[in-house]
């Protein structure tokens, strides 16, 4: 099994695997392209982001600057939306859904380590995938940890450090983040 395959299955995995290091640089240029482009050149920021990302909607828009560490492992979904400073740490699968609000500096981020020291300072690294279910609106600066599922429906406040799952339909906020109040969606 290579690196890339024990890295997208949530296996321990090296880093600094050769094909994983292409894998990142040719992301890099595709991202710098991305971030020069005008914002005012749609056509040609989707056709860099259809280059990069697993999948997208036909109508997106994430706004510049933007990063990710692979891309292939993103699925962005139709009207899904994204301000900017926008990160993403795609070593594992990562889904946004239809109609998903991300706001400012927004960080989603798959790449975790070994607790104990002496694992982790040998450069080994996991990953666990984030789904952030259909029409949910996360506030700005917060960060969704790895393997998280955010469900349908539900905001997250600004700020707020994302640790385990959240069901649909809520409000949920706080570091760590729970849920505050169930939101009426009927």
Not at 76 to 98: H, M, Q, T
Not at 109 to 126: D, Q, V
Request: with cysteine; charged share 25%; hydrophobic share 35%.
């Amino acid at each position: 099994m290579t690196e890339k395959e024990k890295m997208i299955q949530g296996l321990f995995y090296d880093p600094s695997d050769k094909e994983l290091d292409q894998d990142r640089k040719k992301a890099r240029g595709l991202i710098r392209r991305l971030n020069e482009i005008p914002d005012d050149k749609e056509r040609q920021r989707k056709h860099v982001f259809r280059e990069l990302f697993r999948e997208t909607g036909k109508r997106f828009l994430i706004e510049s600057p933007f990063i990710c560490d692979y891309g292939y492992n993103i699925s962005w979904g139709e009207n899904a939306y994204a301000n900017f400073g926008c990160v993403i740490l795609d070593s594992a699968p990562v889904r946004i859904g239809k109609n998903v609000m991300l706001a400012p500096s927004v960080q989603i981020l798959t790449a975790t380590h070994p607790l104990e020291a002496k694992a982790r300072n040998s450069g080994i690294e996991l990953a666990k995938p984030i789904t952030i279910c259909d029409n949910v609106w996360i506030g700005g600066g917060a960060i969704i940890n790895p393997g998280v599922t955010i469900g349908k429906n539900s905001v997250i406040g600004s700020g707020s450090v994302v640790t385990k799952d959240i069901p649909e339909n809520v409000l949920a906020v706080g570091n760590p983040c729970r849920v505050i109040k169930k939101i009426d969606n009927s």
